[in-house]
């Protein structure tokens, strides 16, 4: 079973009726279970659990139907039992039909949701299938379903077109596919005109048949890489349809706007990724995405492995990062020039390079911010933003992050450790208002305190907190 397959058979299960006495195995058979190991289980033959109605797969997972209302308890009892020790298991989990509780025993890493919604969490149990490398697309199915669309058009593309399937194109055949994913995110994070533009004009102009769609995506690409004020006298012309599309700078669609012919399937995958919502799609793993579409064995186990790999540059250059670095780099070690420079990033004075007002302008930096590729200073008038500690970690240049905006994780640590001095304790949610972070970054700021062994997390799912580390346990 791969990511896409497990998430998909998990969302099945959490739409059918809840039935208790078939929610384990059917669990089970999820992450690849086979119907032997399920049937020994259900007889009782290898099922070591000491919690009523229990159900415990050997080195896996530790399972058991509560009571209405008595879910903490069950998970209470599931982590208290010599069983679970002794089985080795890897999770426990508890549920009543309305709610779900789950822990990693290893991280103590926990989940409590409704029912209907567990498998939105379809990547925290991804290490049951033998799936331990996917930290970007934990919690986020969206991910793995544009990534899956994704792979099918490249597939179908790669038949259709044999000759863009042999080494001398493939550099051609990934630069296809950055171009679409910079254009399904542009359109759903109004860095184009209006949500949807690009998907519905392809949808608009190609042939269901998918005939003329390589010529309607060629004539889009090459829009983009004609300024507006130039377009009048473009040779060929371009068609009016194709002018609703901005200039994007940078480079991402220079050169030749040559696209594979497409075949009626390939056109339905495009438009069906295109349909998806990408502002919900994490673009930390975009050049995971080309990686995992145009590798063999990546193709051959989608989802199953995301590292992190420069191509996401591929995606954001033409935006702004290109300028913003290179005003960086002339900057140095000047704190006058550092000062203006940041002074300079306002959404004001970044609608010029992205040819859009300011009020675009800034959606644009906010939907950015919002995805942790750049940071915001400031409020109101003053807000400024500079390029993330991620987008510098990317390129290898983490001494320009901290020359840009100084020391702000050593800050957001003394914040917490500072807040829970005063108050005791501190939560998730407080550390994201306290030092103004997304989830994912008071995650990874809270994780590494605990790490350190400066703080430690006390309690699971809602109820749990994080207090002054007390040092070892005592025997």
Not at 72 to 85: H, I, K, Q, W
């Amino acid at each position: 079973m791969n990511a896409v397959e497990i998430e998909q058979a998990l969302s099945e299960l959490a739409r059918q009726a809840f039935d208790g006495a078939v929610f384990p195995y059917a669990f089970l058979a999820a992450f690849g279970s086979k119907d032997t190991a399920l049937k020994r289980l259900r007889a009782g033959n290898n099922n070591a659990s000491d919690v009523p109605g229990g159900v415990l797969l050997r080195n896996q997972i530790h399972i058991a139907v509560s009571a209405s209302g008595a879910v903490g308890e069950a998970l209470a009892a599931l982590r208290a039992s010599p069983a679970t020790a002794k089985a080795k298991a890897k999770f426990i989990l508890a549920t009543d039909g309305q709610t779900l509780e789950a822990e990693a025993l290893a991280s103590g890493e926990t989940i409590a949701c409704a029912y209907a919604n567990f498998a939105d969490h379809f990547g925290f149990f991804l290490p049951l299938a033998g799936i331990s490398t996917i930290q970007e697309i934990k919690d986020n199915p969206v991910d793995v379903r544009a990534t899956w669309r994704l792979n099918k058009l490249y597939v179908e593309l790669l038949s259709a077109n044999p000759d863009w399937a042999r080494d001398a194109r493939r550099a051609d055949m990934n630069h296809f596919m950055a171009r679409l994913i910079f254009c399904f995110f542009a359109e759903d994070t109004d860095i184009f005109n209006g949500s949807g533009l690009f998907t519905q004009t392809v949808d608009r102009m190609s042939e269901r048949d998918g005939a003329n769609t390589h010529a309607v995506l060629s004539e889009l690409f090459r829009a983009m890489d004609i300024k507006l004020a130039e377009r009048t006298n473009a040779q060929p012309r371009l068609p009016n349809w194709a002018n609703g599309l901005p200039y994007v700078n940078g480079g991402l669609f220079a050169g030749r706007a040559d696209v594979p012919r497409f075949t009626r399937m390939a056109r339905s995958y495009l438009i069906h990724a295109g349909n998806l919502n990408w502002k919900q799609i994490n673009p930390d793993i975009f050049g995971s995405m080309i990686q995992a579409v145009a590798d063999d064995e990546e193709r051959g186990a989608l989802g199953m492995h995301y590292t992190s790999v420069p191509n996401i540059l591929k995606v954001f250059n033409p935006l702004l990062l290109d300028d913003l670095r290179a005003a960086l780099n002339e900057a140095g070690d000047n704190k006058a020039k550092l000062l203006n420079l940041r002074k300079r990033l306002s959404a004001e004075s970044l609608a010029r390079h992205i040819q859009r007002d300011a009020a675009s302008a800034k959606r644009t930096l906010e939907a950015l911010t919002e995805a942790g590729l750049v940071e915001a200073h400031g409020n109101t008038r003053g807000r400024s933003y500079t390029l993330s500690a991620s987008v510098y970690s990317v390129v290898s240049d983490k001494a320009a992050y901290t020359r840009q905006v100084g020391f702000g994780p050593i800050q957001h640590e003394q914040m917490v450790l500072s807040y829970i001095r005063q108050h005791g304790q501190i939560k998730r949610a407080e550390v994201m208002d306290l030092c103004r972070l997304t989830e994912g970054q008071a995650k990874e700021l809270l994780r590494r305190l605990v790490a350190s062994h400066m703080i430690e997390l006390l309690g699971a799912g809602r109820a749990s907190m994080y207090v002054e580390y007390a040092g070892p346990a005592q025997a």
